[in-house]
């Protein structure tokens, strides 16, 4: 799900990011499911994405509905 998001990410923060490691996440069902994931970008810098995967009749990939930037590794990964 990671690597299906990163040009999303790419391309919405204007960056380009060497590292692109999920660390750890958090899911929630819905009508699919949203993800929360912590993403080491650099040796020392997190981002948090927010990911809707649809359900899979729906054939379309996850996509990215937010992000924050500026994390670091001991930060909580909370909903936003």
């Known amino acids: ?3 299906q998001v ?6 919405q923060a204007n960056t380009n990011c060497g590292i692109f490691t999920a660390i750890k996440y958090k899911s929630q069902v819905v009508a699919g ?3 929360f994931i912590k993403v080491q970008v650099s040796d020392a810098e997190y981002v948090h994405l927010k990911v809707f995967q649809s359900l899979p009749h729906e054939n ?19 909903y936003f």
């Open 60 to 78: 379309q990939g996850p996509s990215l509905v937010g992000f924050q930037t500026g994390k670091t590794r001991g930060d909580p990964l909370t």
């Open 1 to 3: 799900v990671v690597l």
């Open 33 to 35: 499911t949203v993800y």
């Open 6 to 11: 990163k040009p999303q990410f790419e391309s």
